[in-house]
């Protein structure tokens, strides 16, 4: 007797399923949890069979127990999750002290808890400069990718100096204890003085360290100014080569110094392994971002708030979308990116592509200062006049910062088949098993429990995006991503990407997930004429995006006097690998410069920390 419909085989009257595990094996952990659920897939009759279903039908559970037991399990359940979804960021600057109308430096790494959910959690980070009275002075916003950020941070002329701190944390971390920020001594001193280093920490015996950092330095003498080629690798104890990624700050030792620092990349990584102290987990207030998030309220003409389907378009369609809202009309979205600001526009549209109802976008807030952080109490006198030479005495030429523009963002069709592979790839192999299946089956065979599932911890994801043979395909008021799949059969398809992990790339469109397919014909779906975007249905709201980054200035022309500043050189993120076993830059020195200090500080490719302090004489 047929006891479960199967959709799969037509002359198959019982269930059929598929377990498959890719990486050919699959780890729990001590509660029976999965550390990665990517690791086995389930589909069809499996994935949606209920484990109590395999019990004995006389099967009866121990009143007396089942209630002690299920608090004791869901409270650990939930303990693992939390903690397990923990991130926080590290934050390296060039130079442990600024004063007004410099520039702040940054590299950023990223620590996990679990590093398998990298990519499922943060692409933004927030990094903050407060004063002492707990106040955030500057608010600055930076992409995450692979783990890692850069940025600065511009102290405006004038600025009061004082004992600042640096606060950096993303929105997810909101959800946890403040204590989980990111937070650094960054003092502000004026113009006029200089630090008295009486406690520099510097790199003499790497003879004990799991990692080492070997260099070599060469000055060239030019007419008007100096150039130091400076060689860095990293290495173990024998000598034997590491690939690592690292930042690089060179600073003039007569401008500026580093000092013995308490938090380093080596104290900071102590961190991962920790567990979460006694803490009331909120219901996932703040939320996980992949690029710039918009929120806020829809509700028809008479004010009720309605569950519908809302399009958001950036700029001239640089990015769009659907996102929904629910039943209180509230709504969310993440995953648009741009720079400074930008208009949004939102509508809700009927099937005659008609705006209906109004929509009220929410302030974002920045969380309080509730914790107290060290102050870095810092010697100092009025600066001396050395790094001053003669030469500036007479007529001279004022060298100007100069910065690189920005690189224009692609768009989705600048992109275009540019996304590399999916998350689950369906190939021939697969597809020409079942030439006569529609798509939406196909792919349901290849994904956990039959959908997308890209594990965006509950949000309401709305619908796949689809792309066919390079073009977007944009459903009707009628249509759903799985009823235009159900319009082609696997032998007219070339292969099938599916992206889950991987989606936040498409920007906002890709949020709930995108299915990319390859037909055979590549012509079944016409070319999308060019469109212009007419926003006359829509609400314009002004967002602000990423604080634009850029690049460290270097001075290279070989016929000018390079100058004189406390920070030579920068590098966020420099890397040794198999190819690159040494990392070797240059950079032009005025003649003041009679010493430099060089601070390494990175991870080896094994994880390994290290933190280095070199001084360099100019001979």
């Known amino acids: 007797k047929k006891y479960w419909p199967s959709t799969y085989y037509t002359n198959r009257p019982f269930p059929i399923s598929w377990i498959n595990a890719p990486n050919c094996k699959f780890e729990v952990d001590a509660n029976g949890v999965m550390m990665d659920p990517r690791e086995l897939i389930l589909s069809g009759y499996v994935a949606r069979e209920r484990v109590a279903r395999s019990l004995p039908h006389d099967f009866r559970p121990d009143l007396e127990n089942l209630k002690l037991l299920a608090e004791v399990d869901s409270s650990q359940i939930n303990q693992d999750k939390w903690n397990n979804l923990r991130e926080k960021p590290y934050l390296t600057f060039n130079k442990p002290y600024y004063s007004p109308g410099e520039t702040v430096w940054f590299s950023s790494r990223m620590f996990y808890q679990n590093a398998i959910f990298q990519d499922s959690l943060s692409r933004v980070l927030y990094v903050d400069l407060v004063n002492e009275n707990k106040e955030a002075v500057l608010k600055e916003t930076f992409p995450i990718a692979f783990g890692s950020a850069k940025g600065q941070l511009q102290i405006p002329a004038g600025f009061p100096p004082g004992n600042y701190s640096i606060r950096a944390y993303t929105s997810w971390m909101r959800n946890f204890s403040e204590t989980e920020f990111f937070y650094k001594p960054l003092p502000i001193i004026s113009a006029d003085r200089e630090v008295v280093a009486s406690d520099i920490w510097l790199t003499k015996d790497q003879s004990e360290e799991e990692v080492s950092i070997q260099f070599s330095s060469e000055i060239t003498r030019e007419e008007l100014f100096n150039i130091a080629t400076i060689s860095l690798s990293v290495q173990e104890p024998d000598s034997t080569l590491l690939e690592g990624n690292f930042s690089i700050s060179l600073i003039d030792a007569d401008l500026a110094t580093f000092i013995s620092e308490q938090q380093t990349i080596e104290t900071e990584?102590?961190?991962?392994?920790?567990?979460?102290?006694?803490?009331d987990f909120p219901e996932e207030e703040h939320k996980i971002e992949f690029g710039i998030s918009l929120e806020g309220y829809f509700s028809d003409k008479k004010g009720k708030p309605l569950a519908v389907p809302l399009t958001v378009v950036l700029g001239e369609m640089t990015d769009f979308g659907?996102?929904?809202?629910?039943?209180?009309?509230?709504?969310?979205?993440?995953?648009?990116?741009?720079?400074?600001?930008?208009?949004?526009?939102?509508?809700?549209?009927?099937?005659?592509?008609?705006?209906?109802?109004?929509?009220?976008?929410?302030?974002?807030?920045?969380?309080?200062?509730?914790?107290?952080?060290?102050?870095?109490?810092?010697?100092?006198?009025?600066?001396?006049?050395?790094?001053?030479?003669?030469?500036?005495?007479?007529?001279?030429?004022?060298?100007?910062?100069?910065?690189?523009?920005?690189?224009?963002?692609?768009?989705?069709?600048?992109?275009?088949?540019?996304?590399?592979?999916?998350?689950?790839?369906?190939?021939?192999?697969?597809?020409?098993?079942?030439?006569?299946?529609?798509?939406?089956?196909?792919?349901?065979?290849?994904?956990?429990?039959?959908?997308?599932?890209?594990?965006?911890?509950?949000?309401?994801?709305?619908?796949?995006?689809?792309?066919?043979?390079?073009?977007?395909?944009?459903?009707?008021?009628?249509?759903?991503?799985?009823?235009?799949?159900?319009?082609?059969?696997?032998?007219?398809?070339?292969?099938?990407?599916?992206?889950?992990?991987?989606?936040?790339?498409?920007?906002?469109?890709?949020?709930?997930?995108?299915?990319?397919?390859?037909?055979?014909?590549?012509?079944?779906?016409?070319?999308?004429?060019?469109?212009?975007?007419?926003?006359?249905?829509?609400?314009?709201?002004?967002?602000?995006?990423?604080?634009?980054?850029?690049?460290?200035?270097?001075?290279?022309?070989?016929?000018?006097?390079?100058?004189?500043?406390?920070?030579?050189?920068?590098?966020?993120?420099?890397?040794?690998?198999?190819?690159?076993?040494?990392?070797?830059?240059?950079?032009?020195?005025?003649?003041?410069?009679?010493?430099?200090?060089?601070?390494?500080?990175?991870?080896?490719?094994?994880?390994?920390?290290?933190?280095?302090?070199?001084?360099?004489?100019?001979?």
């Open 269 to 279: 990584l102590d961190w991962i392994g920790t567990e979460l102290a006694e803490y």
């Open 322 to 619: 659907i996102i929904k809202s629910d039943s209180s009309g509230y709504f969310w979205g993440t995953g648009l990116s741009f720079t400074d600001s930008a208009e949004v526009a939102l509508a809700a549209l009927n099937k005659n592509r008609k705006s209906f109802g109004q929509m009220s976008i929410s302030q974002k807030t920045w969380p309080p200062v509730n914790v107290e952080w060290p102050k870095l109490q810092l010697e100092t006198k009025p600066k001396s006049t050395i790094g001053k030479l003669d030469i500036f005495d007479g007529e001279y030429v004022e060298l100007e910062e100069f910065l690189l523009e920005e690189e224009k963002k692609q768009t989705m069709e600048d992109k275009n088949y540019g996304y590399g592979k999916g998350d689950r790839s369906i190939g021939q192999d697969f597809l020409e098993k079942f030439p006569e299946q529609t798509l939406d089956v196909i792919i349901g065979m290849n994904m956990q429990g039959g959908g997308l599932g890209n594990f965006n911890w509950g949000i309401n994801d709305g619908e796949p995006l689809l792309i066919i043979d390079g073009n977007r395909y944009i459903t009707d008021a009628n249509e759903t991503t799985m009823s235009v799949l159900k319009t082609f059969i696997a032998a007219e398809v070339e292969s099938i990407e599916v992206y889950t992990f991987n989606a936040p790339q498409f920007g906002i469109a890709g949020f709930a997930g995108v299915i990319m397919v390859k037909t055979k014909k590549g012509s079944r779906i016409q070319e999308n004429a060019d469109q212009v975007f007419n926003s006359e249905e829509f609400q314009i709201f002004k967002l602000r995006g990423f604080t634009p980054v850029k690049e460290f200035p270097v001075q290279l022309a070989e016929s000018e006097i390079p100058e004189s500043r406390p920070s030579l050189y920068w590098n966020p993120n420099a890397q040794t690998d198999l190819e690159n076993e040494s990392f070797t830059f240059s950079v032009n020195l005025p003649k003041s410069t009679k010493s430099m200090f060089l601070k390494i500080e990175g991870m080896s490719i094994d994880g390994i920390p290290f933190y280095r302090v070199f001084q360099i004489p100019v001979k």
